[in-house]
């Protein structure tokens, strides 16, 4: 019996060994505050003492399909937006590990001497192309607000925010810590009309898998979901700190650029009361709703949809099962073996 021990104990030695695991993590867009929680877990070990070799990979301005990337398995992790629901519901298999931010930064940005200061007063407005997938919830604040967007002259130009500038539209679909800034630099003042300023808080960067990698290697979903929180966690606390660290990765911005980046959406990543990453299924359920998704269809979808520490636990018990009947398995015939083995001795004796 002693042997089984030793043998179980180098199994799981085997199995814990200190190889890092190779994982990548696929941005929405390229490096930039944005993404601060995930530099700080690498660049403060968080990932590795979680067993994880973490490849942070910028998405491309043009082609940013970080979904493609993760159902292909070029990357095992993604951050996407909340449209993400939509598409599980339309039969790709991904799943919500963590909302990041708990309300939208997508906002319309109008200039500081326009006549748009709420929803109402975009009718007859010319607007930039309306994003229905990503930045759904600016197309919803209008509809709310009874403009029949079909109605409305849209911008089709290729350098928007030069002709923003020059006046040649009336609103323009932003980040609101990324374009804003930009025109302020350039003397334009601007106001910024947002979706969370009219109750529609809709999550925003949410960190995803895919089913196949949830189900062949749930451990590394859980330890990689934690350390990016915890990433996250120790970002906030400390943002001078968080700030240079990003800077190692945000090189084609300034210092002060990514310092306004932190200021404008750390009210979106913090709420009160509500922990880093939180999701609830009555939020969805009224993103579903909002998005004007088919509620029976969410129901059919939402187990499978939203990441469950307690169906990983559940994952982990069923291994260390399966990990003790093969032990079992193995150290039946050693016993036997043993007892024979003394039973001669007895025997001889």
């Known amino acids: 019996m002693l042997r089984c021990f030793y043998l179980f104990a180098f199994i799981c030695t085997s199995v814990h060994a200190s190889v890092l695991e190779p994982v990548t993590l696929q941005l929405k867009w390229v490096h930039q505050f944005q993404f601060a929680g995930y530099y700080v877990a690498k660049q403060k070990g968080f990932y590795r003492q979680a067993g994880l070799d973490v490849n942070i990979v910028p998405a491309q301005k043009h082609q940013?399909?970080?979904?493609?990337?993760?159902?292909?398995?070029?990357?095992?992790?993604?951050?996407?937006?909340?449209?993400?629901?939509?598409?599980?519901?339309?039969?790709?298999?991904?799943?919500?590990?963590?909302?990041?931010?708990?309300?939208?930064?997508?906002?319309?940005?109008?200039?500081?001497?326009?006549?748009?200061?709420?929803?109402?007063?975009?009718?007859?407005?010319?607007?930039?192309?309306?994003?229905?997938t990503e930045g759904a919830e600016l197309v919803l604040i209008l509809e709310r607000a009874g403009i029949d967007v079909n109605q409305l002259p849209i911008y089709s130009g290729l350098s928007p925010l030069k002709d923003f500038k020059s006046g040649q539209f009336d609103a323009l679909q932003v980040y609101v810590s990324n374009e804003p800034f930009k025109m302020a630099q350039q003397g334009i003042a601007t106001r910024q009309i947002c979706p969370k300023h009219y109750g529609i808080n809709v999550y925003a960067d949410i960190l995803f898998t895919s089913e196949d990698v949830y189900k062949y290697r749930p451990e590394m979903v859980s330890k990689f979901r934690s350390a990016s929180l915890r990433g996250w966690r120790y970002a906030l606390a400390n943002l001078?700190?968080?700030?240079?660290?990003?800077?190692?990765?945000?090189?084609?911005?300034?210092?002060?650029?990514?310092?306004?980046e932190a200021d404008k959406l750390v009210p979106f990543i913090k709420a009160p009361g509500i922990p880093i990453g939180n999701m609830s299924l009555a939020r969805w359920q009224w993103i579903a709703q909002l998005y004007h998704l088919d509620i029976v269809a969410f129901h059919e979808h939402k187990n499978a949809f939203l990441y469950s520490e307690e169906s990983i636990n559940d994952i982990n018990w069923s291994w260390m099962l399966i990990l003790a009947i093969v032990m079992s398995v193995l150290c039946i015939p050693m016993y036997v073996g043993l007892a024979l083995q003394r039973k001669n001795y007895s025997l001889t004796d």
């Open 240 to 260: 001078e700190e968080a700030l240079q660290i990003t800077k190692l990765y945000a090189t084609q911005k300034s210092f002060e650029e990514l310092a306004n």
């Open 64 to 132: 940013p399909d970080e979904q493609f990337k993760v159902l292909s398995g070029q990357a095992q992790f993604g951050v996407t937006h909340s449209g993400l629901l939509d598409q599980r519901m339309q039969g790709k298999p991904l799943i919500a590990l963590a909302a990041i931010f708990q309300s939208s930064p997508y906002c319309w940005m109008v200039r500081a001497d326009s006549d748009i200061y709420s929803p109402k007063d975009f009718q007859g407005k010319k607007i930039s192309h309306l994003g229905r």
